[in-house]
């Protein structure tokens, strides 16, 4: 890997005041290739090209900081486990270099990374704001050039001690951040949390009242597991429909290589009167695999039990994931199944408010 110099980095500044962009790839740094956009490098003299669109006092405001662009680019659709473990690593290894980070990534997956690294950096005491834009950073009118600005303005900020999201003017909690359109420039909600910042005009507004409660931050206490098995396919997602068998979702969960599944059932947390289907959870909780359900809606909370047609979920062993997001509800587990811990710390993880994901 190598750091390169931004040339609107101030000679003046200390390491303490600089920022660090990890460049991964997404729409942001693509170019037409035979193929369509495909990932670009040259991000950081890109990225100086576009800066001097802003405006002179803009240009002013910009922060001193360097790029470490991947060698291996990639649209956010070929993310992994190991790459949010390779990402978390490199923030921890130059945590004592930077004032705050900066990372560049494709649009899909973004809130899944965001969330993941919430999980892995426990405790950040200093801004991780990810950003990425609908058009590549040199098409007419992109988005880009205004979220790398405002990313890197709100990365600035050290009240801001948590991994954010900044698109489209709104600063949002990672681990509760998901994408809500494929086309529109405003393409992150947070449905069950306020923003915790704004830009309006050209102030970049952090809301504090809204951050991490103290004892979920103030002191890095990362936790920095291998991911590499979970890589292999140990944690599923289900996403019920009217009418699925038991036989289908027993052919998920009865397999040995599966340690942990999140359920997205219907509203409240509801599911086919079938006893079959919950004989297939029970048996799966039974054998010691973490299952979580959460709801297809994507705002409101699940609530096991508050239904008949949810009876019993509980006492099949599903832990309820409250009102997260399929985003900050699969990392977690992922997250907990990757480190050796108890079945019972692992339940009792996932239904406590690591880093205000629920
Ligand atoms: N397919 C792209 C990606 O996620 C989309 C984007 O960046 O907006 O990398």
């Not at 990402?87 to 973004?110: C, E, W």
């Not at 590549?136 to 990365?155: C, I, K, R, T, V």
Request: net charge negative; proline share 5%; glycine share 8%.
């Amino acid at each position: 890997m190598s750091l390169q110099n931004s040339p609107f980095a101030s000679t003046m500044s200390s390491n303490a005041e600089r920022l660090l962009v990890i460049y991964t790839g997404g729409t942001i740094g693509m170019q037409q290739h035979a193929h369509g956009l495909a990932p670009s490098g040259d991000f950081e003299s890109r990225m100086a090209v576009a800066f001097t669109q802003l405006s002179l006092a803009q240009q002013r405001t910009l922060p001193p900081y360097d790029v470490l662009s991947y060698s291996t680019l990639i649209d956010s659709s070929a993310a992994t486990p190991l790459i949010w473990q390779k990402l978390a690593q490199d923030i921890n290894d130059q945590l004592s270099a930077y004032a705050g980070f900066v990372i560049i990534h494709g649009t899909d997956t973004l809130s899944w990374t965001a969330s993941s690294l919430a999980y892995q950096l426990q405790g950040l005491d200093r801004p991780v704001v990810m950003t990425g834009a609908m058009q590549p950073l040199e098409a007419n009118g992109s988005d880009g050039l205004e979220n790398l600005y405002g990313a890197l303005q709100f990365a600035a900020n050290p009240a801001l001690q948590e991994v954010t999201i900044y698109f489209a003017g709104k600063l949002l909690r990672g681990a509760r951040a998901i994408k809500q359109h494929s086309e529109s420039f405003d393409a992150f909600t947070s449905p069950s949390y306020p923003l915790i910042g704004e830009r309006v005009d050209d102030d970049f507004v952090y809301y504090s009242s809204r951050s991490l409660g103290h004892h979920q931050r103030g002191a890095p206490r990362f936790e920095l597991p291998d991911y590499r098995s979970v890589n292999q396919g140990e944690v599923i997602r289900i996403v019920l429909w009217p009418g699925i068998n038991a036989w289908q979702l027993d052919a998920w969960l009865s397999d040995p290589r599966i340690k942990g599944a999140l359920l997205q059932l219907w509203g409240a947390g509801n599911l086919p009167d079938d006893a079959s289907l919950m004989e297939v959870l029970a048996r799966a909780s039974g054998e010691g695999k973490l299952l979580a359900a959460i709801s297809q809606c994507p705002q409101g909370s699940v609530q096991l039990g508050a239904y008949a047609a949810g009876y019993g979920l509980s006492d099949a062993g599903v832990l309820s994931g409250d009102d997260m997001t399929p985003e900050a509800a699969y990392t977690k587990l992922i997250h907990l199944i990757a480190q050796p811990l108890p079945l019972e710390v692992q339940r009792q993880r996932f239904l406590t408010s690591l880093v205000g994901e629920r």
